[in-house]
């Protein structure tokens, strides 16, 4: 017999295999003799079986066979095949006939006709039929001529870029600095009006023109804070650069007393606006600006420096 476990050949009626020591009791060995098999295809026939499990072999021949006895065969009869035969076949399409060549050409006149006629009705509906001819000669002095020619595209136009700025004349720092100068002048007007429209509307606008003049001044107050930003860029490897060190921080002091005063009247607008469709309260609203005015003049401080300082402050070449 054969361990189910470790598959080594032991002696049978083993109770424990002595290669893997696995029980084995229960494992018996049936003699072959006792046993029944197929004589067509040699299976193992069970012993109540009438026929052979594999090839359907009738068991009773295979006993037969076993004793040498040859039982007759009886053919059944086959049931009549469900294909027709050739014949058959001749005979259903017999009475078929071809289509005519008239019903050929009917159907390619009638073709012709669905598809001449939607040409026309959509060349009709969407006027793509133009007339060809003319009655003067066409004008072919221009032919091919692409016409002026502006500016060039791709590497060509890049080039050309190239080389103009190379030739244009660099500017130096004074010219910048003098620009930014002036540029500051210009963002102390812009706040002027700020402040105008403070005094006008913080309290007695709609809340629409208040939300409105937040927004501008806090758009201003960015654009302001870039600009400084763009003062303390200057290129440090300028041949003029030391002769202007002091010019380039007295810009930035100017922007940055803009800026303060900026931010307190950005601030009006905020207290304004948080007070939604109720009238502001006066002194809230204006109690940031308030808070940096000169007791004399009335007047912003950082605005006062500004003033006092910025014609003393003009870049000198």
């Known amino acids: 017999m054969i361990c189910p476990y470790c598959e080594t050949h032991i002696k049978d009626g083993s109770l424990i295999c002595p290669a893997c020591h696995a029980d084995v009791s229960t494992t018996s060995s049936m003699p072959l003799l006792e046993l029944n098999y197929c004589h067509a295809c040699g299976a193992l026939i069970p012993e109540d079986a009438v026929v052979c499990p594999k090839c359907q072999t009738p068991h009773e021949d295979s006993l037969l066979a076993a004793q040498g006895v040859q039982r007759e065969s009886q053919q059944s009869e086959l049931p009549e095949s469900v294909i027709p035969s050739q014949e058959e076949i001749a005979d259903a399409y017999a009475d078929e006939q071809p289509p005519k060549i008239g019903a050929y050409l009917m159907a390619c006149v009638v073709a012709i006709a669905l598809v001449g006629g939607f040409f026309w009705w959509s060349a009709d509906k969407f006027g793509s039929i133009q007339r060809t001819g003319t009655d003067s ?22 080039a050309v870029a190239e080389k103009e700025q190379q030739n244009a004349v660099p500017e130096n720092l004074y010219s910048r600095l003098l620009a930014s100068w002036q540029q500051l002048g210009e963002y102390a007007q812009r706040i002027d009006e700020v402040e105008k429209r403070a005094q006008e509307h913080a309290v007695s606008g709609s809340l629409a023109e208040r939300q409105a003049a937040l927004a501008e001044s806090e758009a201003l107050a960015l654009e302001l804070s870039n600009f400084i930003q763009t003062l303390s860029s200057f290129d440090g490897s300028d041949p003029d650069y030391d002769r202007y060190t002091d010019n380039i921080f007295q810009l930035q002091t100017l922007g940055n007393y803009l800026r303060n005063q900026l931010d307190a009247l950005r601030q009006l607008w905020d207290a304004s606006v948080a007070f939604g469709e109720n009238p502001p309260d006066e002194a809230v609203v204006f109690g940031p600006v308030a808070a940096q005015r000169d007791a004399q003049t009335g007047k912003d401080v950082y605005r006062i420096h500004f003033e006092d300082n910025y014609e003393v402050w003009k870049p000198q070449e």
Request: negative net charge; glycine residues 14%.
């Open 137 to 158: 000669a066409a004008d072919v002095s221009m032919a091919g001529f692409p016409g002026l020619i502006e500016a060039l595209t791709g590497q060509d136009r890049k």
